[in-house]
């Protein structure tokens, strides 16, 4: 099961760049079912992702992936869960970020992004107060432990 899961990582990372995707995820139960979860510097298009999807099964139905059955899926990380690609980062200025370090959680809309260096306008409450003071602060990439995206339904 290791080198199946290998031999389609390797396949699923070398043709992902000609549909403008990369992979940002993957995971495998012990019941052969490998999900792999990919982005787009911009808007992913489902459309996009539905013949990259068919061209890997193809691919696959075509090749050498041994004689165990398996199951594969192939889906975008969904909007709850966590930017894990610093490729991620770039279409989603403009949004709100909740953003963990080490030694600090910030929250706020997220600015900037330059060099690996993200701007984010930290919302900053008083205890007992209803005003919200902003303060701009800057994350280098490296020192990010999670950020997600803050859904707003307006």
């Given amino acids: 099961m290791k080198k199946l899961g290998e031999k389609l990582r390797e396949l699923i990372n070398a043709d992902a760049a000609n549909y403008d995707l990369f992979v940002v995820h993957h995971t ?15 808007a992913l298009s489902m459309g996009v992702l539905t013949e990259f999807t068919r061209h890997i099964s193809r691919t696959i139905d075509e ?4 004689e165990h059955p398996f199951t594969f899926e192939i889906s975008s990380p969904g909007a709850t869960e966590p930017l894990r690609d610093i490729r991620q980062f770039k279409k989603h200025v403009g949004r709100s970020l909740k953003i963990q370090t080490e030694e600090a959680t910030f929250q706020g809309a997220f600015t900037g992004f330059e060099n690996g260096i993200l701007t984010i306008q930290n919302e900053i409450k008083e205890k007992g107060k209803k005003k919200i ?22």
């Fill in 63 to 66: 090749g050498d992936f041994g």
């Fill in 28 to 42: 495998v139960s012990p019941t052969g079912l490998f999900r792999f979860y990919l982005d787009s510097e911009e």
């Fill in 133 to 154: 003071n902003l303060e701009e602060v800057q994350i280098p990439f490296d020192q990010i432990k999670e950020a997600t995206i803050i859904l707003s339904f307006k």
